[in-house]
């Protein structure tokens, strides 16, 4: 008979909701999709050709496992002119397999089982799964009574003498809400009171709207840089989903181990895919900003046409979501996401994809033409105008 496999993972990690909704959305003909997590934008012209030239002149072998040196240095340049951080090209920077990994090997370099992750909630579900794959506990904290932002108060509530990490995702997927430097100054009080360790994915930080050139970052306040792992990448902001090139900057004393844990579990990301980014921080990364005001006017349409619906919705000032609040239907997420899907072809993300605190809402993406929403939002007014006549 087989040996049983590592139930302590294997029966709490699930398929995430966005997926297994997908699924679901892929056996419906005609259906509009305000589900996607990636911009529809191509990727910019001259990081592809620094792709293309790259396999073309034979980069196709390893890089160090730390990554490509003049990609780190790239980095390093970025976060000091965006940041004004320090961080040595050569010691303190990891190139990853995008953010997932990043996140991953962070969470297995940090945490040992039972350590205790506090986690805002909503949430990325990846960093669910990643604290399930280091036997942590996680602690979720519902952040639906405070604009979803982490607040002071929350976070000293929630941290006991086994809390080690918190993580920090602002811009937020998937409500869209940001911090102010004000606001990471008062949790990192708390932070370096309690002396924890802090992950902040800033993966959306360059999508950010409302006059605001760029998210702030906790790494950037005294006393914090020792102590934090930044997670960012090319993913989002210059459409690279699929090159699959992300970072962790840190301390060098954290470097140091979690090199050993990303070398056992990818060697390294694709050396073609890494001299693309070096273009995409670099030549091209004038065409995220042009993209943050492409995003801006997309969300402008959208939250025009929820607020005429007298909707409730967390207005977003970064990533390309809208959380939209669905508590007056009286129905949980996955089933209204349903009813949308199968009477009026329109596919939103239940929110319990999200933790159980995002049950009352559905997440929206704008990372679409604005002709789709357009189109998506009539569908949207059809399905809560029978809902609301359904409720009276």
Same mark, same amino acid.
């Given at each position: 008979?087989?040996?049983?496999?590592?139930?302590?993972?294997?029966?709490?990690?699930?398929?995430?909701?966005?997926?297994?909704?997908?699924?679901?959305?892929?056996?419906?003909?005609?259906?509009?999709?305000?589900?996607?997590?990636? %911009?529809?934008?191509?990727?910019?012209?001259?990081?592809? /050709?620094?792709? @293309?030239?790259? %396999?073309?002149?034979?980069?196709?072998?390893?890089?160090?496992?730390?990554?490509?040196?003049?990609?780190?240095?790239?980095?390093?340049?970025? $976060?000091?002119? !965006?940041? !004004?951080?320090?961080?040595?090209?050569?010691?303190? @920077?990891?190139?990853?397999?995008?953010?997932?990994?990043?996140?991953?090997?962070?969470?297995?370099?940090? $945490?040992?089982?039972?350590?205790?992750?506090?986690?805002?909630?909503?949430?990325?579900?990846?960093?669910?799964?990643?604290?399930?794959?280091?036997?942590?506990?996680?602690?979720?904290?519902?952040?639906?009574?405070?604009?979803?932002?982490?607040?002071?108060?929350? /976070?000293?509530?929630?941290?006991?003498?086994?809390?080690?990490?918190? &993580?920090?995702?602002?811009?937020?997927?998937?409500?869209?809400?940001?911090?102010?430097?004000?606001?990471?100054?008062?949790?990192?009080?708390? %932070? @370096?009171? !309690?002396? $924890?360790? &802090?992950?902040?994915?800033?993966?959306?930080?360059?999508?950010?709207?409302?006059? @605001?050139? %760029?998210?702030?970052?906790?790494?950037?306040?005294?006393?914090?840089?020792?102590?934090?792992?930044?997670?960012?990448?090319?993913?989002?902001?210059?459409?690279?989903?699929?090159?699959?090139?992300?970072?962790?900057?840190?301390?060098?004393?954290?470097?140091?181990?979690?090199?050993?844990?990303?070398?056992?579990?990818?060697?390294?990301?694709?050396?073609?895919?890494?001299?693309?980014?070096?273009?995409?921080?670099?030549?091209?990364?004038?065409?995220?900003?042009?993209?943050?005001?492409?995003?801006?006017?997309?969300?402008?349409? /959208?939250?025009?046409?929820?607020?005429?619906?007298?909707?409730?919705?967390?207005?977003?000032?970064?990533?390309?979501?809208?959380? $939209?609040?669905?508590?007056?239907?009286?129905?949980?997420?996955?089933?209204?996401?349903?009813?949308?899907?199968?009477?009026?072809?329109?596919?939103?993300?239940?929110?319990?994809?999200?933790?159980?605190?995002?049950?009352?809402? &559905?997440? /929206?993406?704008?990372?679409?033409?604005?002709?789709?929403?357009?189109?998506?939002?009539?569908?949207?007014?059809?399905?809560?105008?029978?809902?609301?006549?359904?409720? &009276?």
């Amino acid at each position: 008979m087989v040996k049983a496999l590592n139930n302590n993972v294997t029966k709490n990690l699930q398929r995430t909701g966005i997926r297994r909704f997908n699924e679901l959305v892929a056996k419906v003909p005609g259906a509009i999709k305000l589900t996607v997590g990636e %911009i529809d934008l191509p990727t910019p012209a001259n990081t592809k /050709l620094r792709g @293309i030239n790259a %396999i073309t002149e034979n980069v196709t072998k390893y890089t160090p496992n730390a990554g490509d040196l003049e990609l780190r240095t790239t980095i390093s340049e970025y $976060l000091a002119a !965006h940041y !004004h951080l320090n961080y040595s090209a050569k010691d303190e @920077i990891i190139v990853t397999v995008g953010g997932s990994e990043a996140i991953d090997t962070s969470f297995r370099t940090i $945490l040992e089982p039972e350590d205790e992750i506090i986690i805002p909630a909503p949430c990325f579900p990846g960093y669910l799964g990643s604290g399930i794959l280091s036997q942590s506990k996680i602690v979720l904290v519902d952040t639906s009574s405070s604009g979803f932002k982490l607040t002071p108060e929350q /976070l000293e509530n929630s941290i006991t003498d086994a809390t080690k990490l918190v &993580v920090l995702n602002y811009p937020n997927n998937p409500t869209g809400s940001i911090l102010t430097t004000e606001e990471l100054e008062a949790l990192a009080k708390i %932070i @370096i009171k !309690h002396d $924890l360790y &802090v992950l902040t994915d800033e993966m959306y930080a360059t999508l950010v709207y409302d006059g @605001i050139d %760029i998210a702030p970052s906790i790494a950037a306040i005294d006393g914090m840089k020792e102590r934090t792992i930044i997670v960012n990448g090319v993913s989002k902001s210059s459409s690279m989903t699929g090159w699959r090139v992300g970072y962790i900057a840190t301390s060098a004393a954290i470097v140091e181990q979690a090199l050993k844990v990303h070398q056992y579990a990818v060697a390294s990301p694709a050396s073609m895919a890494q001299k693309a980014a070096i273009t995409a921080l670099t030549t091209d990364f004038p065409e995220t900003q042009k993209m943050s005001a492409l995003f801006e006017h997309r969300r402008d349409v /959208l939250v025009s046409y929820l607020s005429k619906l007298d909707l409730k919705f967390n207005r977003p000032v970064g990533a390309f979501y809208c959380f $939209l609040d669905i508590s007056e239907f009286g129905m949980d997420s996955w089933s209204f996401a349903e009813k949308m899907l199968y009477d009026y072809k329109l596919a939103v993300v239940p929110g319990n994809s999200f933790s159980e605190y995002g049950d009352n809402y &559905v997440r /929206l993406s704008f990372a679409v033409d604005e002709k789709i929403i357009v189109e998506a939002m009539k569908r949207l007014t059809a399905g809560v105008t029978e809902l609301r006549k359904r409720n &009276v």
